[in-house]
């Protein structure tokens, strides 16, 4: 069983940055694509970013473009999500996703994910 553990939110100022982790267990991390989703108070969960298995290619939900940055290590299986220029908009639980890379390349919608973390709670002041 693959298990997610996010951890870095908080509250930030409007302009700030924040650093999300996501720990994984299991032995296989290097083969599942990896993404990073957020969920609003009244809203439904959306994607954020995504990186396949290598690292090679990563893909964004437009609203994050130029901002946010996805990577990962594969010797630590964890994958990070550095977030600059905050806004309070971005205020959200955010959900790490993980599925494996047999079965899709991206995760970039909840229909792919196999494998769901905790979330952790940004919250952005004006």
């Known amino acids: 069983q693959v298990q997610l553990v996010e951890s870095g939110g908080g509250l930030v100022q409007a302009g700030g940055s924040l650093r999300l982790s996501c720990a994984v267990s299991?032995?296989?991390?290097?083969?599942?694509?990896m993404g990073w989703f957020r969920q609003a108070p009244g809203k439904e969960r959306e994607f954020v970013a995504t990186?396949?298995?290598?690292?090679?290619?990563?893909y964004y939900a437009d609203f994050v473009k130029g901002r946010f940055t996805i990577s990962r290590d594969n010797a630590k299986n964890t994958v990070y999500l550095q977030m600059n220029s905050l806004k309070p908009e971005d205020t959200a639980v955010y959900y790490c996703?993980?599925?494996?890379?047999?079965?899709?390349?991206?995760?970039?919608?909840?229909?792919?994910?196999?494998?769901w973390g905790q979330g952790t709670q940004v919250t952005v002041s004006s």
């Open positions: 996703a993980a599925s494996p890379g047999g079965r899709v390349v991206v995760v970039t919608s909840t229909s792919k994910v196999d494998y």
């Open positions: 299991g032995r296989t991390f290097s083969s599942y694509a």
């Open positions: 990186i396949t298995a290598t690292g090679s290619l990563r």
